[in-house]
């Protein structure tokens, strides 16, 4: 019974196409996070969400939009893929918002082509 | 900016050994700093977290040290086993809301325990 479940697993797309990556948490965790890890490694905040607030770290392009339909659920969306999206992007989410104790999905291999 | 930064970036190990990894930071509003695990293929998995009110917190082979003057944090792999091998990242995160809540992370460590 996995805790926080990431849909698909990988994803290979065309430069220009919009895709969306979902992700459900069945801990009832407040705050839900998308993480982007490149190629290095390096795992960076995309956005938080906690159904009353929504922060987005401003490198962020506007490409990307999370959609959060419930508590439980927040989908990645992203419109006019680049290279550069290329990634392996995580979900995750934690009981309260001040960062403690996440718990991350198993990951989307995201690459474009 | 980088808020934390992580060394070194791989280390390798033999069985039996005592791994370190350092971890320093530069906000002062950061109050709980977590080591991650990474095996590949997975996502990260928490390992141990301290919060600055403490210099040293102990869990089976893992410890961290804890120095809020310094500004840095550590994690020790006492007896490394190969089962070890993955990427270990420090995070760390303050209180209140906005971004100051988010995890920010050091940038890994692959460590390799070699049997």
């Known amino acids: 019974d996995t805790a926080v479940s990431q849909t698909p697993k990988y994803l290979v797309t065309q430069m220009g196409n919009d895709k969306s990556i979902k992700c459900e948490q069945n801990?009832?965790?407040?705050?839900m996070y998308w993480y982007k890890q490149d190629s290095k490694k390096f795992l960076k905040i995309m956005f938080s969400?906690?159904?009353?607030?929504?922060?987005i770290n401003e490198t962020v392009p506007n490409r990307f939009s999370p959609k959060s339909p419930d508590k439980a659920h927040l989908n990645l969306h992203i419109n006019s893929l680049e290279l550069g999206d290329s990634a392996v992007y995580f979900c995750?989410?934690?009981?309260?918002?001040?960062?403690?104790?996440?718990?991350f999905g198993s990951g989307t291999r995201l690459t474009v082509v | 900016q980088q808020q934390v930064k992580q060394s070194p970036q791989s280390l390798i190990v033999q069985k039996g050994g005592i791994s370190i990894i350092n971890c320093a930071y530069e906000n002062t509003a950061f109050d709980y700093f977590p080591w991650y695990q990474q095996f590949p293929g997975k996502g990260p998995a928490l390992l141990i977290a301290?919060?600055?009110?403490?210099s040293e917190k102990k869990e089976g082979r893992f410890t961290i040290s804890f120095n809020k003057s310094a500004k840095q944090f550590s994690l020790h792999i006492m007896d490394s086993q190969p089962g070890d091998s993955a990427t270990y990242f420090c995070?760390?995160?303050?209180?209140?809301?906005?971004?100051?809540?988010?995890?920010?992370f050091g940038k890994g460590t692959k460590l390799s325990v070699k049997p």
């Open positions: 301290i919060r600055p009110d403490v």
């Open positions: 995750a989410s934690s009981q309260v918002y001040y960062g403690y104790g996440y718990t």
């Open positions: 995070a760390a995160s303050g209180g209140g809301g906005g971004s100051q809540g988010n995890l920010i």
């Open positions: 969400y906690n159904n009353k607030e929504l922060i």
């Open positions: 801990l009832g965790h407040d705050t």
